[in-house]
């Protein structure tokens, strides 16, 4: 058991399994021991379910929402679960759950635990303690990334080595999952720590920041298209996308936060982060009111999160200072897209002719700057607003017009949705007609 601790020893097994054809040896161990006969049966945290029932069993509480929820924070590991149920003679479980941002002192076991498992920290440290210098060093950087990260992040952001990544998988400190890598939140709470000590933090942050800048801002123009690719790929790095955006605002880099956040804003639209996002680009918006080129595209950002929220009048308003800044630049398609949010802002209070002249000048500008998809966008807002003034013929024919550039373009998204406004059109008239024909007889 914990062979860890004893490696160097581990040729030795190789040369008793050769002496000894029918031994077979079980050994525990928080790293691989690279020997040959070797098969490795990893450990994963346990089960919802089951971390559950094993905190109800130490505590003697009924399970509840508030336990499952604990046991989440908790990654599910069980010596943390087993500290945690301890910590209950004392503490609710919600206190507990309040407590644990400071989890690897709050969790301790009894006289009788080995002096290494009596709390979180002890554990941890006994795996960072049989770690190299440049492991540890890798380990501490790590804790930067909420969330995981993809090899090249780690890379740029934590100068990391390839091998010496493998060799933290190896020793159950980091994971790997298809092309990520991740940390249990537990253990990043240990990382940070030495982290701070490193010297190295402020220095591995703001590349962490900056890094996702970077990511965000190539993003954005297929965000805009809606590549369920890049939506994918930002929902991954949706929690460094955060981070990054927290410490743009504790360092007061406002113009970089609201880059940020502009160019994430179709994400959050799109993937049901509408009240974050939301409130994240408002709050960017009220930090720093200077006339830029990145306030106005958060601008037209929050604009189209309002709509979301059903907020049509902060929408209009958002929407209107974007344009005049949009303007102000010479961005012709920042331009083309904060008259589309105005638009749709507009007819969300009812006024449907403004709103038909405001997206005919948004269509007529996407179609001059060639972005086929945005002119799908606006002629299917044109064609509601169309429907809004009564004029279902009118309507129709810009809706049959649109599916057929949708087909050719192969876009399946634009082509149900004026499938499905043409049909709400042919239900309509069929109403109508037999309204007609009941008041004719």
Known sequence: D??????????????????????RLLVTSRELLRVRGEVEYRVPPLAEREAVDLFCARSGLEPDETTAHL????????????????RTSVLSPAQILDRLSKRLDLLKGGRDAEPRQQTLRATI?????????????????????????????????????????????????????????SMLETIREYASERLEESGEAERVRRRHAEHFLVLAEEAEPYLRHLSREWLDRMEREHGNLRAALDRFDGWGETQLGLRLAGAVSEFWDE???????????????????RPTAARAKALVGAASLALSGGDAAMAQLWAEEGLGLHRRFGDA????????????????????????????????????L??????????????????????????????????????????????????GALAMIAVEERRSAISTHSRMC
């Not at 950087?141 to 909420?146: D, G, K, S, T």
């Not at 993937?271 to 009111?289: I, K, V, Y």
């Open 2 to 23: 914990n062979f860890e601790q004893v490696m160097e020893a581990a040729p030795e097994l190789s040369n008793l399994l050769e002496a000894c054809p029918n031994l």
């Open 71 to 86: 046991c989440r924070r908790l990654d599910n590991l069980p010596l943390a679960v087993e500290l945690a149920a301890a």
């Open 125 to 181: 440290e006994w795996s960072y303690g049989l770690l190299s210098k440049e492991e540890k060093a890798h380990f501490a950087r790590f804790a930067v990334f909420a969330g995981g990260c993809t090899l090249e992040a780690a890379e740029v952001v934590a100068d990391a080595d390839l091998d010496v990544l493998q060799s933290l998988v190896d020793k159950s400190l980091l994971g790997h999952t298809k092309d990520r890598f």
């Open 271 to 289: 993937r049901g982060h509408q009240t974050e996002g939301r409130r994240r680009l408002e709050g960017a918006l009220r930090a720093d009111d």
């Open 333 to 368: 398609l920042g331009t083309a897209s904060a008259t589309l949010q105005l638009g749709a802002a507009v007819g969300n209070q009812d006024d449907y002719s403004s709103a038909r002249e405001i997206l005919e000048e948004s269509l007529q500008r996407f179609h001059d």
């Open 370 to 419: 060639g972005d086929q998809h945005s002119t799908l966008v606006a002629a299917r807002y044109l064609a509601w607003a169309y429907h809004g003034l009564g004029d279902l013929e009118g309507e129709r024919l810009l809706l049959e017009e649109n599916l057929g550039r949708a087909r050719e373009l192969g876009n399946e998204r634009m082509e149900a949705s004026m499938l």
